[in-house]
């Protein structure tokens, strides 16, 4: 706050970056740590002001805030969680006579208004551009001196191995945004894990380090671009049929002798989604190992015609080389 106040007092420019990727407003229970989510699946439903409900990111069904925990009955639930509304108040609040403006999903829905803000924000019309991802991309204002990033390191803990590479893309951009006239920029990232060499590397712009250090880790864990990769998806409204198909399927890939790498089957990230229960499996192979790579996908191929592998209340679905795990 103080160093933006400064900025701004020198008539300079600042950019908030709201990092959300995997962030929300959620109705949280301050007495069973539990958060409410959606009935059809198994993930927090985010809480939408202007509209006063919630509302599930997957399925689209909405709800009334809770009054009540419907875990423990407690009646000490409440929305948590760092917005980019909640952001913006605060600052509001903090400095009467910034002149703020906000680009997020909810203030760039008209056609061409993501345009007019940035226009606005270059003829200096604007201090501070608060916003979401959207805003780290290719953005060249002089007058922009000091850069900060909000929850930088929610993205960390994403179970899918890129969601680093992600999150890097996301700081190395907007720390790039800072100083690019010719003024000195400066670069503030809020992080619980500040010494993490992702960050440092992405807010000093170190970019070819972070590449060196991403590529031994992937090389190290069998990982794209080393590895042709095959993602199966199995689920089924029924929970127990789910389960047993994952577990049939995982036992037939390991029964046919194989070169490649087979991990699971485990639940998915998002376990449930629109009452259907996922588990997924993933194969990997070393690209350089021509064998290995054939026989995954031959083992693939008779595992889709044979039909009584599965029952007809569950899908299979496989994604080669699939560009995320989630
Ligand atoms: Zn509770
Ligand atoms: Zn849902």
Redesign the pocket.
Known sequence: LEAMRKRVQAGEQVILLQNRRGFHTVYH?R??G?SYQCDDCSVSMTFHKKAGELRCHYCGKSAAPPRQ?P??E?YN?HAHGVGTQQVEERLTLEMPNVRLIRMDYDTTKTKNAHVRILQAFENCEYDVLLGTQMIAKGLDFSNVTLVGVINADVGLSLPDFRAGERLFQLLYQVAGRAGRGEKAGQVIIQSYTADHPLILMAAQQRLREYYNLELAARSNLQYAPFSRMAMLRISSKDEAQAQEAAEEIGRRLRSAVTPFIILGPAQAAVYKIQNHYRWQILLKAPRNNIAAVEKMRSVLKMLITDKKAISASVQLTITIDPYSTL
């Open positions: 229970c007495d069973c539990k925990c875990y423990c407690s639930i």
